[in-house]
């Protein structure tokens, strides 16, 4: 659809865009990304023909674009501009109603039906019907960068070239535009070259992005290929750190901040806990990263209280989420800071230990109700019924836990928790066999951040030893502190 080749160009005697060339199909959306000055909109003044070229070619459905009359240029591609002058004012409808000019003809050219409806669909597209008679100049930013976009799309030209489409945007309005212009490429095959300077936006709409770095393409590539920590470090002097879209396979990126914030330096010891019959809580000055499998708040994030919750054994409930959380603000705790855990044990029960690191202490608490224990291994040959019996795990580190560290924290507890039931000879009543764990057990683990980076957490490292022993040891004890409550010895 849109070849470009060898392009270079730029202003009088500076040459800006040095032997650029890629391929955009039709119905694809590719992203220009790069940072101030690499060139991002000179390029698309190029592929326009707003400026000439050096040398290099751009070509239009296999068609030179200097073979193109200016009219049926404008026919094939519609420019939203970066800046966009208005020498006097219009209003709204006016100002669209101008991306129809390559479609009239002749000398007294009438307004027709399809210019009509052009007008009304963009209006549409761009939700802005309603500012339809209003004098742009009083239109607020985004208003009026909506209303330039809907003048390009009332073009009705197959190729869209777009410079920072969501300038002056809010968040909802940068979804709405940008799904918009996406649903055209999808439905009606329209091909759109975009500058964005928001990465995230650029990689989770655009099919490709290209990098441009000095006038020249760093890399062209889906996103994934595109958006790596190395590559956006490189050309941005930024530090960053990329992360997954929690819905789509195109990465984020998150900026790193090099300002030093007054960091709290207590460490955390087993006197951050409070145990009372109804609540295992455990609470540090400042947010601790964490990652569970909790009922509030799981997954990862930041968070400085932990409360591990005693519910009845025949506890039941439509909405445990709801219902936890509403029994967690009652009780004071915030949900933006609060992880929550539910368990059938006396929570006096719990066993809160801390083991010495060269680096620092981990806490650990464990609370263990076995009567529901299973043999992983087996569960399959057996009907499960929903039972209550659980054990809950946190493992609490001062330092800073790598993203591998976390996941390896998990699997040494895990290990740790199941040598613990062989050696107590917790058995899953079903099979008679071995238990490995219950059928709900959760865990937690959560570290300060601060201090002794820690790259990994397996039983190689100290920390790794430390956990091992660690759970195995509160384990154990919780366990036979449940087996004495049942009178099972
Ligand atoms: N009209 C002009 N005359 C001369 N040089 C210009 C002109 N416009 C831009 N430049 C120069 O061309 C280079 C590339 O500018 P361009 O606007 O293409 O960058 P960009 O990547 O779009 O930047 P930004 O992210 O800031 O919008 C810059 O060094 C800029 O100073």
Same mark, same amino acid.
């Given at each position: 659809?849109?070849?470009?080749?060898?392009?270079?160009?730029?202003?009088?005697?500076?040459?800006?865009?040095?032997?650029?060339?890629?391929?955009? /199909?039709?119905?694809?959306?590719?992203?220009?990304?790069?940072?101030?000055?690499?060139?991002?909109?000179?390029?698309?003044?190029?592929?326009?023909?707003?400026?000439?070229?050096?040398?290099?070619?751009?070509?239009?459905?296999?068609?030179?674009?200097?073979?193109?009359?200016?009219?049926?240029?404008?026919?094939?591609?519609?420019?939203? +501009?970066?800046?966009?002058?208005?020498?006097?004012?219009?209003?709204?409808?006016?100002?669209?109603?101008?991306?129809?000019?390559?479609?009239?003809?002749?000398?007294?050219?009438?307004?027709?039906?399809?210019?009509?409806?052009?007008?009304?669909? /963009?209006?549409?597209?761009?939700?802005?019907?309603?500012?339809?008679?209003?004098?742009?100049?009083?239109?607020?930013?985004?208003?009026?960068?909506?209303?330039?976009?809907?003048?390009?799309?009332?073009?009705?030209? %197959?190729?869209?070239?777009?410079?920072?489409?969501?300038?002056?945007?809010?968040?909802?309005?940068?979804?709405?535009?940008?799904?918009?212009?996406?649903?055209?490429?999808?439905?009606?095959?329209?091909? &759109?070259?975009?500058?964005?300077?928001?990465?995230?936006?650029?990689?989770?709409?655009?099919?490709?992005?290209?990098?441009?770095?000095?006038?020249?393409?760093?890399?062209?590539?889906?996103?994934?290929?595109?958006?790596?920590?190395?590559?956006?470090?490189?050309?941005?002097? /930024?530090?960053?750190?990329?992360? %997954?879209? +929690?819905?789509? %396979?195109?990465?984020?990126?998150?900026?790193?901040?090099?300002?030093?914030?007054?960091?709290?330096?207590?460490?955390?010891?087993?006197?951050?806990?409070?145990?009372?019959?109804?609540?295992?809580?455990?609470?540090?000055?400042?947010?601790?990263?964490?990652?569970?499998?909790?009922?509030?708040?799981?997954?990862?994030?930041?968070?400085?209280?932990?409360?591990?919750?005693?519910?009845?054994?025949?506890?039941?409930?439509?909405?445990?989420?709801?219902?936890?959380?509403?029994?967690?603000?009652?009780?004071?705790?915030?949900?933006?800071?609060?992880?929550?855990?539910?368990?059938?044990?006396?929570?006096?029960?719990?066993?809160?230990?801390?083991?010495?690191?060269?680096?620092?202490?981990?806490?650990?608490?464990?609370?263990?109700?076995?009567?529901? /224990?299973?043999?992983?291994?087996?569960?399959?040959?057996?009907?499960?019924? %929903?039972?209550?019996?659980?054990?809950?795990?946190?493992?609490?580190?001062?330092?800073?836990?790598?993203?591998?560290?976390?996941?390896?924290?998990?699997?040494?507890?895990?290990?740790?928790?199941?040598?613990?039931?062989?050696?107590?000879?917790?058995?899953?009543?079903?099979?008679?066999? &071995?238990?490995?764990?219950?059928?709900?057990?959760?865990?937690?683990?959560?570290?300060?951040?601060?201090?002794?980076?820690?790259?990994?957490?397996?039983?190689?490292?100290?920390?790794?030893?430390?956990?091992?022993?660690?759970?195995?040891?509160?384990?154990?004890?919780?366990?036979?502190?449940?087996?004495?409550?049942?009178?099972?010895?």
């Amino acid at each position: 659809m849109l070849k470009i080749e060898g392009l270079s160009g730029g202003y009088d005697n500076k040459l800006i865009i040095k032997n650029v060339s890629f391929f955009v /199909a039709k119905g694809e959306m590719l992203g220009i990304l790069g940072p101030n000055g690499s060139g991002k909109s000179t390029l698309l003044k190029v592929i326009s023909g707003i400026l000439n070229m050096e040398s290099g070619n751009v070509l239009i459905e296999g068609k030179p674009l200097k073979s193109y009359s200016s009219k049926d240029l404008a026919k094939k591609m519609a420019v939203l +501009p970066q800046l966009h002058s208005h020498a006097f004012s219009h209003t709204v409808r006016d100002t669209i109603a101008l991306g129809r000019y390559p479609h009239q003809s002749g000398l007294f050219s009438s307004w027709s039906i399809e210019d009509e409806a052009a007008v009304v669909e /963009a209006m549409k597209l761009t939700a802005i019907e309603r500012y339809e008679s209003q004098m742009l100049d009083l239109l607020s930013g985004g208003e009026q960068q909506r209303v330039f976009v809907a003048q390009a799309l009332a073009q009705q030209a %197959p190729i869209l070239l777009l410079d920072e489409p969501t300038n002056h945007l809010d968040i909802a309005h940068q979804k709405q535009l940008l799904d918009t212009i996406k649903t055209q490429a999808i439905e009606k095959g329209i091909t &759109i070259v975009s500058v964005f300077h928001d990465i995230n936006l650029a990689s989770l709409y655009c099919d490709r992005l290209l990098l441009m770095d000095q006038g020249e393409i760093k890399v062209i590539g889906a996103p994934h290929e595109v958006v790596t920590k190395d590559q956006i470090e490189t050309v941005y002097e /930024a530090r960053i750190s990329t992360n %997954p879209h +929690p819905e789509r %396979p195109k990465p984020q990126i998150t900026i790193l901040s090099d300002v030093n914030e007054k960091n709290n330096d207590k460490l955390i010891t087993t006197e951050n806990f409070q145990v009372t019959g109804e609540l295992v809580v455990f609470q540090a000055e400042t947010q601790l990263k964490t990652w569970s499998s909790a009922v509030t708040n799981a997954g990862s994030g930041w968070y400085r209280t932990f409360v591990n919750r005693r519910v009845d054994a025949n506890y039941a409930c439509d909405n445990v989420h709801e219902e936890m959380l509403e029994f967690l603000v009652n009780r004071g705790f915030s949900e933006a800071d609060t992880v929550g855990m539910m368990t059938a044990v006396n929570t006096t029960d719990a066993v809160i230990k801390e083991y010495k690191t060269p680096f620092g202490n981990v806490v650990i608490m464990v609370t263990a109700g076995v009567g529901n /224990a299973v043999d992983v291994s087996r569960t399959h040959e057996v009907e499960m019924l %929903p039972a209550i019996g659980t054990i809950n795990t946190w493992i609490i580190v001062n330092g800073e836990l790598s993203d591998e560290a976390f996941i390896q924290s998990v699997i040494t507890a895990t290990e740790a928790k199941t040598k613990a039931l062989a050696f107590e000879q917790v058995k899953d009543p079903r099979t008679g066999t &071995i238990a490995t764990g219950t059928s709900t057990d959760s865990i937690l683990v959560a570290a300060t951040q601060r201090g002794v980076h820690i790259p990994y957490a397996g039983p190689i490292t100290e920390i790794g030893k430390k956990i091992g022993l660690g759970v195995y040891e509160c384990t154990v004890e919780a366990i036979q502190i449940y087996k004495k409550a049942k009178g099972w010895d």
